[in-house]
């Protein structure tokens, strides 16, 4: 049994689900959304890009709490939600557990918008290989990869990722200060007065729900703290529980630190380079936002910037984030699947039967991500379908910790500043589902 660290220094030894959940987000979020959201609204929406990465961090950080205390999955923690129920071979869950699964599908199509950005990424690299046959590839890989690692490889494997990432990203908003691109004062000062161009709304809606965790990576962040053994006491000391959810705490601040350093640069490119392409302009003016190339616009974007060989700096970047996202994406979908199908009583639990679903999902998940960008080959539209979903899903996360923390033991619930906070987070993303209801059903 792990003993839960006591010092800042210790709980930094400890640090890695944040690892992993960041490389599920900068691929997507960082490199595709971000720039877009920058090359249409330019600098305005600076303030709406930080909401969405730091206001989400809290539920993460609540629902994790439960978690780790109750040594409880993600899914089994919101089994026992108020409600109606459904009983089948002996699991009782509720109507929420239910209603969540319906966001497979829409989460599938993301990951085959990833798969499609990948091989479009590959494809750029080497031309003589179809984007087809990338697809098939990168698919491959990526199971091949998930079903012979370990949590601690994929780890591993990923924190390369995101430290090369990191580095990149921080060389390039360095450069670009030395460029005629370079972001001033100015308009940062404009990009954080709360305007909000709603001609962009559905964009901005997408990038809220896919740009820093979204409700997807919430649950799966969930699964990763419990195999790293953040919920590893089996004692009942109060102290050392606090001492490992301390712990899970650093680690979201951490997801926080990577998140912001991989995003901020791409947005600032995206506002700084790309709002000045008239070309582009044109498309997003008519709000067709799917018919952005933005793989190729944010090489040219490189181009401008650093020069011409940054082209191939950038597609060498973007294809192995690009794949990270996808990797770490289908690792996650491998436990929440797996867990969905035995919370919900459609597979039953035996010794191994979580072992074995995690390693068959591992198969299908890759496959049918790449089927679903053969039946539609755009990678942004199926981003953007996952994205607006995404942010569909974040209240209900946010209502199902509000929730959770309360029927922890007083020693072990949130401060009350904590909670008054996931109150005004809620009634944001509140407003937000109900905007994106109200443009689905009514446009605006």
């Known amino acids: 049994m792990q003993i839960a660290p006591k010092t800042l220094k210790e709980r930094l030894k400890f640090i890695g689900p944040s690892v992993v959940v960041t490389g599920s987000v900068v691929g997507s979020g960082s490199i595709v959304m971000t720039p877009l959201l920058g090359a249409a609204a330019g600098f305005l929406l600076l303030w709406w ?11 993460q950080a609540e629902i994790s709490r439960y978690v780790v205390v109750t040594k409880k999955t993600f899914l089994e923690a919101f089994a026992d939600m108020p409600g109606f129920k459904t009983t ?107 305007s909000f161009p709603t001609e962009y709304l559905p964009l901005a809606l997408a990038v809220f729900g896919f740009t820093g965790i979204s409700y997807g990576e919430i649950m799966a962040y969930t699964y990763w703290c419990l195999e790293k053994g953040y919920a590893g006491s089996k004692s009942d000391n109060i102290e050392e529980t606090q001492n490992w959810i301390k712990t899970m705490q650093t680690d979201v601040w951490v997801t926080v630190f990577f998140i912001t350093l991989g995003t901020l640069p791409f947005f600032f490119l995206g506002a700084g380079v790309l709002n000045n392409v008239n070309e582009l302009q044109e498309i997003l003016a ?57 919370s919900m009583g459609l597979v039953k639990e035996k010794e191994d039967t979580r072992n074995n679903l995690i390693k068959l999902v591992a198969f299908g998940i890759p496959f049918l991500s790449g089927l679903f960008y053969f039946i539609l080959p755009n990678p942004l539209t199926l981003l953007l379908i996952a994205g607006i979903w995404a942010a569909l899903g974040l209240p209900i996360v946010n209502i199902g910790a ?10 072990l619930q949130p401060k009350l500043s904590t909670i008054i906070i996931l109150w005004i987070s809620l009634i944001l993303q509140l407003s937000m589902a109900a905007l994106i209801i109200y443009d689905i059903v009514f446009g605006f």
């Open 286 to 342: 008519t709000s067709s936002f799917w018919e952005v190339d933005v793989i190729s616009a944010l090489q040219n974007m490189f181009s401008l910037i650093l020069g011409g060989w940054a082209k191939w700096l950038f597609i060498i970047l973007a294809f192995f984030v690009l794949f990270s996202t996808l990797l770490s994406g289908t690792a996650a979908f491998t436990r929440t699947i797996s867990d969905y199908l035995i």
């Open 402 to 411: 509000l929730y959770l923390i309360n029927k922890l033991e007083p020693a």
């Open 49 to 59: 890009l930080l909401l969405s990465m730091w206001s989400k961090p809290i539920i």
């Open 88 to 194: 089948i071979q002996g699991k009782t869950t509720s109507w929420l557990v239910w209603f969540m699964f319906i966001g497979v599908i829409p989460s599938i199509a993301g990951m085959g918008g990833l798969a499609g950005a990948v091989a479009e990424a590959g494809n750029s690299m080497f031309p003589f290989l179809s984007v087809e046959i990338w697809v098939g590839v990168s698919c491959l890989i990526t199971w091949l990869l998930l079903y012979l690692g370990s949590y601690r490889s994929l780890e591993k494997t990923l924190l390369a990722m995101v430290l090369l990432f990191s580095f990149i990203t921080m060389l390039i908003a360095i450069s670009m200060q030395l460029t005629e691109f370079q972001v001033s004062a100015v308009q940062i000062s404009e990009g954080l007065k709360f």
